[in-house]
């Protein structure tokens, strides 16, 4: 009988919860007998984890937000040292997340536990000394975006290119008329789709400014569809929707894919989100406000003069990306009409879009990460 493996795991936002939860299913899969422990969401809960904190605590972004929850990221890192001390695991997979996991890889690594990261921070974009830190703490990196492991092979890194987690992720499940049924909408109209963010402080700064916008576009033409993730309040969300007098959204509560598919154009959140439209082909407008204070001081360390990864990947701008004061109805709808009433360059963007296919490549993420954790539990 094969003894059982622990793993610890963390993933501590949204997109990390889903990627590590196909590894998981996966792995639990080929060999059954694996533990698994740490932090995680409803997803990794799914496939068995063990939760040792509330995952709904780690949605916090920016150097300002992070300050006001020292306390609590101080309380978790104490309580993570005492259990890998207690349980001595076989291995740990620390999923993007770097402010606290490369802080945890050194703890492992200093109980000799091995450390795989999955899904490498974006050294180079800011912070480029995490490179180092990586050398030191981890014995592999799993990367998700194909110029990654170049980089870090320069600096004697084990890094290995898995492919992209939205490759399989990504699945339709209704047709436009099926889509159009569901939710109550008029087929014959062109459809926008906005997304607002998995977070509520996200969701607090972009909803007024999506609402705003839609009341300058024409609703005779137009639908307006508005994404609603589940990590966000539902107070929250309905408390914005209805102080507005003007005109109403639909809200897509699920069926992420299927909205990103069938609308006409996007306007999105920066983050995976824009990876996950642009790898369906649709265009989009990408949109980014962070607190003032943390924007002042992080743009100071950015190394890169884009925000989008379909832009970083396609190494120009073919996506439009508004940043902080520039997220206005004003900007947003120029560029919505520019999409919808100039044919020649939506096709374009839309060609452009396409080679972000050929660029990811075909390896299956969970497959490829998996190969790497049976070989580093020696299984």
């Known amino acids: ?13 949204n997109s990390g919860d889903l990627h590590a939860s196909l590894v998981m299913n996966l792995l639990n899969r080929e060999i059954p007998y694996i533990k698994h422990i740490g932090i995680g969401g409803n997803r990794m809960k799914a496939e068995g984890l063990q939760q040792l904190f509330p995952f709904e605590r780690f ?4 150097f300002v937000e992070v300050i006001k929850h020292l306390f609590f990221f101080w309380k978790v890192e104490r309580t993570i040292h005492k259990k890998l001390a207690e349980i ?68 004697n890194i084990n890094a290995t290119y898995v492919g992209h987690p939205i490759a399989e992720e990504i699945n339709f499940e209704l047709d436009r008329q099926a889509f159009a049924r569901f939710y ?19 969701v607090s700064k972009l909803l007024p400014v999506y609402l705003e916008t839609i009341s300058k576009l024409d609703a005779n033409r137009f639908q307006f569809l508005f994404s609603k993730s589940r990590s966000v309040s539902h107070r929250l969300y309905n408390e ?12 897509i509560d699920g069926y992420n894919y299927d909205m ?38 992080g743009k100071r360390f950015v190394k890169v003069d884009k925000i989008g990864l379909p832009n970083i990947i396609l190494e120009k701008k073919v996506l439009p990306e508004l940043i902080q004061d520039e997220v206005n109805p004003s900007n ?23 080679r972000i296919h050929d660029l990811l490549g075909d390896r299956v993420c969970s497959k490829e990460t998996v190969k790497i954790i049976r070989d580093m539990l020696k299984l």
């Not at 945890?104 to 995490?130: E, N, T």
Request: charge should be positive.
């Open 332 to 354: 947003i709808v120029r560029h919505i009409n520019s999409f919808v009433d100039d044919s020649a360059l939506y096709n374009s963007v839309k060609a452009d879009l396409h």
């Open 59 to 62: 949605a916090v972004m920016g």
């Open 240 to 251: 914005l929707i209805d102080s507005s007098t003007k005109v109403k959204p639909f809200i």
């Open 1 to 13: 009988m094969n003894p059982t493996k622990t793993v610890f795991w963390l993933a501590g936002e």
């Open 88 to 155: 001595k695991p076989d291995l740990a997979i620390l999923v993007d997340y770097p402010g606290l996991n490369l802080r945890i890889a050194r703890l492992a690594d200093d109980l000799r536990i091995d450390v795989l990261y999955f899904i490498a921070p974006q050294f180079w974009a800011w912070k480029h000394k995490r490179v180092y830190q990586l050398r030191e703490r981890t014995r592999q990196v799993a990367c998700i975006l194909p110029f990654e492991p170049e980089l870090l092979h320069i600096n």
């Open 184 to 202: 109550g909408l008029d087929p014959q109209k062109q459809w926008l789709g906005f997304f607002p963010g998995s977070r509520n402080n996200e």
């Open 260 to 297: 990103m598919k069938h609308c006409e154009v996007l306007v999105v959140k920066s983050g995976t989100t824009t990876l996950e439209a642009a790898y369906i082909g649709t265009p989009a407008i990408i949109v980014y406000i962070a607190n003032r204070i943390s924007y002042e001081i």
